[in-house]
């Protein structure tokens, strides 16, 4: 059939799309970053004349990598955490109760996603000036990456609280349960995965984020990203952004398929895009 | 509603709705203060409108105004052309599709500044891309790509990067619709194209305004494509605000902000309108 | 000469075959209806004749004209959805219109033929409404008249009622009726519904497993029914397997059976052959000498009862319009030759 001859032509373009704009650009990637210094790769070898692991044990040993990868992984598990507490409470009203105004509640939620980043990072640097705040750069981080990232969190717990089903907390009650007992058997089961999946993605998007530690954290606090932008920037050597790059990139990578596992628990209407 | 619950709702609202409130409330007040010379860091405090004036004066802020401009519509437009063909395609699983649905939507995975390396990686001087256009003889010498006047790498980066949010949304609103509809459709007499223009466009028009709407705001403040691809000549805002804050210059800084949140709120308005009038052309 | 004819369609979804070798011809202004339980291959021919399928083997015709590798948008049929489809987006007079748009119909024919339709099917109050403001009967109208103005070939249905409340259903039954024969319309109608299947047609198509069980008219799909299937699926008759002894020349013959030895209108089925037979419960002539049997279940439903008999250890369904049977109470019963149906043979 036609249809299906049209199928396997536009699949093998894709496929051959894919090739051009992921596996190559990746490819040189590793590639670059496993160039040895003793020889350059100039332009007219297809591979690195000598390769070895020197720029990555070097970046390791002599570059802000260490500090930027305590402070990374330190900021995205506090920020996640702060997140979720901030989170619960809202998605609770939001997701267990009917009153008016709740659309409009649930659409503000949102504004943070709306406004760009650098204008909520420059000027949200501002007040932390005017309040005589801007030396705590970390805990500034930390509070803005917690509030920006609510959208995702309240938007996740809501659709959980309002999946525990109202049956399962009467039928609990109807067996005597205990208000402990009824939120362990009709509340818990419903809000894991949700709350599994709020954890992990405000530790992606506060990994990833760049805006706002790049405006409040320099030049103290580095980041990945920050140091990434930099590496790309000022002091540009292409291998030491290669190695940079592989440490943003694969390890989330990794955490946004577990989160895409998550999210289809959680709410199978998010992950699909319909939400 | 008892006072008691309404009691109770607020104050459980107050940790999340109500810091996002504050936090983003103060900071448009504090930015449109700001660009009033208001709560000033440096010296006097005072209204003026001194700031507005002299930064809309400025070449480099209309510069920036246009530049932004072009980047965000051009690269909200890119994204939708190329998502809504593949969101069709799509849109009935297929042996396979799974497969290139995910391959499709690899670069939301892909940090931002990543992608902008593994793109100058490519179309660097001594670049894969130079190596094989001589390679093949089409170009004599390699040529400098990186940074083009035109901000083809930025709009390329942003289509690369936002091309996969809006197959997302345009694959949910197309999956949305039933067979039977479009089967109806068919059957009445409509062909492909007469089935896309009277029946899928107008059905998914509000998953496209959705698409557009927050690729255009991304792209219209973009900061760091701009930085490391974009042409040098030229600045985009959020390029603009930052190096004003750099120096200091904090009121400046607030006018180009303010200008940027007054046109992403404009300009979405008015795409969302078009989106809306062309692809609701009704039957008339 | 027939408005369709359907020749030898077969349809093979890889191992599975949907349907096998059907034909049939349907003439202008004809109601058949194509009946049978879900996965018979009903609604498989039914998208092969408006072309969203293309059959593995055969051939339709419409018209006399040879349709089969024609696109539905292309094929002089129309479509009423199980679903309706309406179009969500579009009022009440676009949907209407939609068709004849496309058809590139002039102005002054489109606004005749939608007023026409409305008017006939009392539209005309809910032209500018949305579909998701109409009740499911106004939407099922809407659907019907959409295909309607479009004043098709052949109109098909796929089980347009199944969504309507009973009450509506008999309503909406009768009324497509009178508007396909007000319009003169050739119609081919998707149910497993045996009932609206007896009572709206001119001929019914019985399906079973992508075959034609039995092609013929309500009436006679009743009185008469091919196979155990057919006699089954309409009215549910009892089937039981009958062994013909002798014929007597005279139009009568004598089988043997598990109930005894009873008489039966001779078809013309050799002695010896084995055969299954079927009768309708409510032929039991109930009080007459000749069978006996235990009443094991007994289900009054006002005009008449239902029993459950024991006969010899196998039960049988009868009917009577006598209420003074109970259950556990002995009864005899009789079953006239012409009642008795000869079926398929066994093995």
Known sequence: ?275 | MTLRRAATILLLLMPGLGLILALIGAVVYIAVAQSFGLYSLMGESAFSLAFWSDTMGKKAFDKAVRYSIYVGVLSAIFSVILAYPLAIWLRKPFAGSVTIGAVLKAPLLVHGLVAAFLYINIISYNGLLNQVMQGLGIWDGPKRLQNDRNAIGVLILQTWKNMPFALLLLTGAVQAISDDVLDAARDLGAGSWARFRKVIAPLTVSGLQAAMVIIFIGALADFSFQTIAGPTNRQSLAQLMVNFKGRGDWHSAAVVGVSMMAIALIGSALLAVAARMIMRGRLK | MGAIRISGVTKSFGEFQALSSISLEVAQGEFVTLLGPSGCGKTTLLKIISGFIEPTDGQIEIGGENVTRLPPEQRDTALCFQSYALFPHLTVRENLEFGLRQKKLGRDEIASRVRDVSTKLELAAQMDKLPNQLSGGQQQRVSLGRALVMRPSVILFDEPLSNLDAKLRDQVRIEIRRIQKDYDLTAIYVTHDQAEALAMSDRVVVLNQGRAEQIDTPERLYAAPATSFVADFIGSANVMEGTVLSADGAGLCTVETPIGVLEAKDAGVPPGAIRRLSWRPEKAQIGEPGLTATVTHRAFQGHFTDLTVDTGGTLYRVQTGRDDIREGDGITFALRPADIVFLEAVG
């Open chain 1, 1 to 275: 059939m036609t249809r299906a001859r049209l199928n396997k032509i536009l699949m093998s373009l894709v496929i051959g799309a894919a090739f051009l704009w992921l596996l190559i650009p990746f490819t040189m990637a590793v590639l670059w970053s496993l160039v040895d210094p003793s020889e350059p790769w100039t332009a007219d070898q297809l591979l690195p004349p000598a390769m070895s692991f020197y720029r990555w044990t070097d970046m390791w040993q002599n570059s802000s990598l260490k500090p930027a990868l305590v402070t990374s992984y330190a900021l995205a598990p506090t920020a996640a955490v702060l997140t979720l507490c901030l989170a619960l409470p809202t998605a609770y009203a939001l997701g267990r109760y009917e009153f008016p105004g709740r659309e409009l509640a649930k659409t503000l939620c949102l504004l943070p996603l709306v406004v760009p980043a650098f204008i909520t990072a420059i000027f949200f640097s501002s007040i932390l000036f005017q309040l005589g705040l801007a030396g705590n750069r970390f805990a500034a981080i930390v509070f803005a990456h917690a509030v920006l990232f609510l959208p995702y969190a309240i938007r996740i717990l809501t659709v959980s609280f309002e999946q525990v089903r109202q049956d399962h907390i009467d039928a609990a009650r109807d067996l005597g349960a205990t208000p402990l007992a009824r939120f362990r058997v009709a509340f818990v089961p419903a809000l894991k995965p949700g709350i599994s999946a709020t954890l992990l993605i405000v530790f992606i998007q506060s990994i990833e984020e760049f805006a706002i530690a790049f405006i409040i954290g320099s030049p103290d606090v580095v980041t990945i990203p920050t140091l990434l932008y930099s590496a790309l920037g000022q002091d540009f050597v292409r291998p030491n952004a290669a190695v940079l790059s592989l440490i943003l990139v694969v390890p989330n990578v990794f955490l946004m398929l577990i989160l895409e596992r998550l999210m289809k628990s959680a709410n199978p209407a998010l992950s699909s895009g319909k939400g």
